[in-house]
């Protein structure tokens, strides 16, 4: 047998990462079994993608930044059998994992160095995929200046090389990435094209554009469109146990019910979101579910509450470094 049948198995397995892991845990010991390089590079990066999807964050960036160590120098413009680089593709997706633990510090520098590589190969795949990663990296740190252009481009390529899997990933973020641009017809747009049913067919993370397109919705005032949107997301985020994203539908439901002029129903999907993202160290999250808990607590007339969760999110954004987040807070 062969690994190559153990990753097929692997490969983008749908709601079934759990049992991915398993094959993806046997594959690995069978490539270092036979010292064959190119699968145990390609195992590692699989694994550590399924460990992103689950929400395991440290688990995730550690199997990626084992990659990126071993492929520096010559070696980092090898492709060892796979569509895309995977020095590039290992660097990058790090970065989206240090950004949703809120480990800053470093991920400027990496990067840069997986954007270097990709510009250098010239592979329409490692293009899209350090691109839209790195790109939404920057987002979630509040970045926008830096991710807009990076996500355009991404998207554009996507589109061009005709890469179906990552269109709707690549999509959602684009479409935030436009929310907070205050261009909300362009985000519909987007996200739109990026969430219809021959999109979504065989495509990876795809409640992170549905969730998009509900906060769309909210944004431009549709809130029955966005609550049925964000209702399908949640079912899928759980059906898939893709923990991450289903972390952040909890927030965005929560923001829909704010808006909506539910207050005490916004304050329960916050706290929720606030559990989840704490359990899985999503500091950035945890920030924003403090501040929307600030707005709920002010809506219902509890001050010293209010107070208390605005500060909590203050002190977290500038723990982070995420300045330009401190001026959504209103005390």
């Known amino acids: 047998m062969c690994i190559r049948d153990s990753l097929s198995s692997l490969h983008w397995a749908e709601g079934r990462n759990q049992k991915a892991i398993l094959l993806g845990e046997k594959a690995l010991t069978l490539a270092k079994k036979v010292e064959d390089i190119s699968y145990q590079i390609s195992t590692m990066l699989h694994m550590g993608i399924f460990y992103f999807t689950i929400g395991k964050y440290h688990k995730h960036i550690e199997f990626h ?57 010239k592979n329409n795949f490692t293009l899209v995929i350090t691109n839209s990663f790195i790109g939404t990296a920057y987002l979630i740190q509040g970045q926008l200046e830096l ?8 998207h554009d390529l996507c589109r061009r090389a005709k890469i179906p899997f990552m269109y709707p990933f690549v999509s959602g973020s684009l479409g935030s990435a436009y929310l907070l641009n205050n261009e909300p ?15 979504l067919e065989g495509a990876v993370w795809i409640v992170h554009p549905l969730t998009m397109l509900a906060d769309a919705h909210r944004i431009s005032g549709k809130m029955e469109s966005a609550r049925e949107i964000i209702a399908r997301a949640l079912s899928l985020a759980e059906e898939r146990a893709e923990k991450g994203f289903e972390t952040r539908a909890k927030f965005v439901n929560a923001q829909i019910a704010f808006d909506s002029g539910m207050p005490e129903v916004a304050l329960q999907w916050y706290q929720k979101s606030l559990q989840q993202a704490s359990d899985l160290t999503m ?43 401190l001026s959504l807070i209103h005390i």
């Open 283 to 325: 500091l950035p999250l945890v920030a924003h579910c403090h501040k929307g808990l600030g707005k709920c607590y002010s809506d219902l007339r509890n001050e010293n509450q209010a107070t208390a969760e605005n500060n909590s999110a203050i002190d977290m954004y500038r723990s982070l470094g995420m300045v330009h987040s």
């Open 147 to 154: 991710a807009l252009p990076l996500l355009e481009k991404g």
């Open 65 to 121: 930044q084992h990659v990126s160590r071993r492929l520096s120098g010559a070696d980092a413009f090898q492709r060892y059998g796979l569509a895309s680089f995977p020095s590039a593709w290992s660097r990058s997706h790090s970065v989206l994992g240090m950004a949703e633990l809120g480990q800053f510090d470093e991920t400027d520098k990496i990067g840069r160095e997986a954007l270097a590589i990709a510009e250098a190969v």
């Open 185 to 199: 017809l362009r985000a519909l747009e987007i996200l739109q094209e990026g969430t219809k049913p021959s999109s």
